[in-house]
RNA sequence: GGUCUCGUAGCUCAGUUGGAUAGAGCAACAGCCUUCUAAGCUGUCGGUCAAGCGUUCGAGUCGCUUCGAGAUCACCA
């Protein structure tokens, strides 16, 4: 139980005790703002009712209630109806040494929960652009945070490795690649292939035009041009394994996973279970069989395969086409059925684009009529936002798309400049300089794409560099890397002073705390409860937000008072202790957003 | 057209079961380095929470309407 709710639990107790019910409903429990004195709020209006008396007169004696009976309470004001409750020093110097003495500190314990997060999910035509850097830092990020709420969690990646968009690329480069690989052209394999996806789209788009002007519709060239039939008939070889459709496949996607692998490990994400739709679609199939002979699905005269899910308020859904093969949803409907059928799933989250909504809708309704209803009910969608740039979308026909590696490689060269122009790597060896640019420079992308409500559209604007001052990564990195640098000073001094520092226990009792020192205790209590609520809500930005706040009030108590400077012992050796715990749970924080937070800066 | 999402300071964003005088950062301006790292700290300026109506002790938050922006409804994924 937190702090906050032992409160409410002395509050109801109160509440029963006077007025004799105990409706738990009306007891509201909150922190107290800021600008007013006391530690917790009691909201009172709702126990009118059952109080008879005045806002005042209740809140006084709900108070008076407390201080006789908590002895934890110090006191309490009121104000318009509002109890504030203030508790005792020495209840926050307890709250503080077990903080000090739990090494894993806001982690929960073990929920029994198995869940799987799937992220990144990638195409394997094109490399990863800025979109797919949210989701992954997102994905990564949730997945971790779920464990630390004590949930045995899986990240899950499905990777698009088959369909009608993987065969152009493969056309494209059969037709116009003249043999190019990687090694020939040192281009990363992602950048490679995704070129020859560009250029399909570019001879597509030419042979419309061609068409167009001897009076064929718009409709009708978009269906006929050769470069789509062969597309087409790609796919169809490939469903049918022919040996060399399967062979430039598999070639052409292992250049795409050898440079995907790089830019994942770039940004530092990892999986546990991988699946390949190419793997997973036949087992689709054979579920769109099934719902056929159930007579949940139908087959129109050209041979296709809908679902009518007119009844429920959405349209007929294609699941099969008409030459047989399979479609995005019957791909998903069979790796949804391998991972419930494998893992033993309670929970299995998908972060997948909001544009996608529709997508996951009718997914969790197939499973339901296949008759798979626990399942669908299991399945989450984490519903992000888009990345927009100042102009709306990215579009790769507008050249507007925002490369991952790219920008990437950006965050890490500015923070380098930046780094070198302040005179932080002055003294330091080549590598720690790069290794330092390289944890400053992500630490500003990741904070600056995870500070953001997943759910919500956000904008980034490629021609502002993303900042390194104020609500950034590199503000809470540098935070830390100050502490630690007093931690290694102080450590100095207690080596060669006689006695050393004291130790935890001796003399404790007799500080007397600054504000922003009872202030920062009771912000590394609120943790467990941050991280527990990012969990629920899938949200890392609460994660980011609270790291933030804590750096910020470090930031001005570091300020305002010397810690090596102190000359009584016991302060002194209380203020290094605080701040080792802040830069702790700083760490924590922040690797659960991926953010990894160094030593010196 | 149907369904859904969003609209908070010049800009980017917080504000999560409805609670007190709506908060940060950036930008602008004014201060603070002989003192533990100034990627820092302090202050000033900046708001009709898109608009209106309603629900109630109380609404940025809930409901309805209007306006504006976006997504989606593919034999693309």
Redesign the pocket.
């Known amino acids: 139980m937190n702090i906050e709710q032992k409160i409410r639990q002395a509050a109801l107790e109160a509440v029963e005790k006077l007025y004799g019910v105990a409706d738990e409903a009306s007891v509201?429990?909150?922190k107290?703002?800021k600008?007013?004195a006391?530690d917790y709020?009691l909201?009172v209006?709702?126990l009118l009712k059952a109080s008879r008396k005045s806002p005042d007169a209740t809140a006084n004696e709900i108070g008076e209630y407390l201080a006789a009976n908590h002895p934890d309470v110090e006191g309490f004001n009121v104000?318009?109806?509002?109890l504030?409750i203030s508790l005792r020093a020495s209840f926050w110097a307890a709250r503080f040494e077990e903080i000090a003495a739990d090494p894993e500190f806001g982690r929960g314990a073990s929920t029994g929960r198995t869940v799987m997060v799937e992220y990144s999910s990638p195409?394997t035509n094109k490399p990863l652009h800025l979109g797919h850097i949210r989701n992954n830092l997102l994905g990564w990020s949730v997945a971790e945070i779920l464990r630390e709420c004590g949930d045995t969690v899986l990240k899950g990646n499905l990777v698009?490795d088959r369909?009608?968009?993987i065969c152009k690329s493969m056309l494209a480069w059969q037709m116009f690649g003249g043999g190019e690989t990687p090694e020939s052209t040192g281009m990363k394999g992602d950048h490679l292939v995704g070129k020859y996806y560009v250029e399909f789209d570019k001879r597509y788009k030419a042979e419309q035009r061609e068409l167009m002007a001897q009076g064929v519709t718009e409709e009708e060239a978009k269906k006929s041009a050769p470069m789509i039939l062969a597309a087409q008939e790609m796919l169809r070889k490939w469903e049918a394994r022919d040996p060399e459709v399967y062979a430039l496949w598999e070639r052409m996607n292992g250049w795409v996973y050898d440079g995907f692998e790089r830019t994942y490990r770039r940004l530092g994400v990892d999986f546990d279970r991988m699946y390949y739709?190419s793997q997973t679609y036949l087992l689709g199939k054979s579920l769109v069989e099934e719902g056929l002979a159930r007579g949940v699905f139908y087959r129109?005269d050209?041979?296709?395969v809908w679902c009518d899910l007119t009844a429920d308020?959405?349209?007929?859904?294609?699941l099969l086409?008409?030459?047989g093969t399979s479609?995005?949803m019957t791909?998903d409907l069979g790796t949804a059925y391998r991972r419930f059928e494998d893992e033993r799933l309670d929970a299995l989250i998908y972060v997948v684009g909001?544009?996608?909504?529709?997508?996951f809708q009718v997914l969790k309704l197939l499973l339901a009529k296949l008759g798979y209803g626990e399942w669908a009910d299991a399945i989450y969608h984490l519903s992000y936002?888009?990345v927009e740039l100042?102009e709306?979308?990215m579009k790769s026909r507008e050249g507007t798309v925002v490369d991952a590696d790219d920008l990437v490689e950006g965050m890490v060269e500015t923070?380098r400049e930046?780094?070198a122009e302040?005179g932080?790597l002055d003294g330091l060896s080549t590598e720690e300089a790069a290794e330092?640019a390289e944890t400053?420079g992500l630490g500003a992308l990741k904070y600056f794409i995870l500070?953001?409500?997943p759910?919500?559209?956000?904008?980034?604007?490629p021609r502002e560099s993303i900042?390194?001052?104020?609500?950034?990564g590199?503000?809470i990195?540098?935070?830390h890397?100050?502490i630690?640098?007093?931690l290694r000073?102080g450590a100095e001094i207690s080596r060669n002073a006689d006695g050393g520092l004291g130790g935890a226990g001796d003399g404790n009792c007799e500080i007397v705390y600054v504000p922003q020192e009872l202030e920062l205790i009771k912000m590394l209590c609120d943790y467990p409860a941050v991280v527990r609520?990012a969990g629920?809500?899938h949200?890392p930005?609460?994660v980011a937000?609270y790291a933030?706040d804590l750096?910020?009030l470090y930031?001005?108590y570091?300020?305002?008072?010397?810690?090596?400077?102190e000359s009584a012992e016991a302060v002194r050796d209380f203020r290094l202790r605080l701040s080792a715990e802040v830069a702790g749970v700083i760490r924590r924080a922040m690797r659960l957003l991926g953010i990894i937070v160094?030593?010196?800066?």
């Open positions: 509201q429990i909150s107290t703002r600008e007013f006391g709020t909201v209006f709702p104000i318009k109806g509002f504030n195409n698009n369909g009608i968009h739709e129109r050209d041979g296709s308020g959405l349209d007929e859904k294609l086409r008409a030459d479609v995005y791909q909001n544009e996608q909504n529709y997508h936002g888009m100042p709306g979308k923070a930046m780094s302040l932080k330092i400053v500070k953001v409500d759910r919500k559209t956000m904008l980034f604007d900042d390194f001052n104020g609500n950034t590199p503000f990195q540098y935070t890397a100050r630690r640098s007093v000073k609520q629920e809500s949200s930005s609460l937000a933030y750096a910020k930031n001005s570091y300020h305002d008072h010397s810690i090596l400077k160094p030593e010196r800066m």
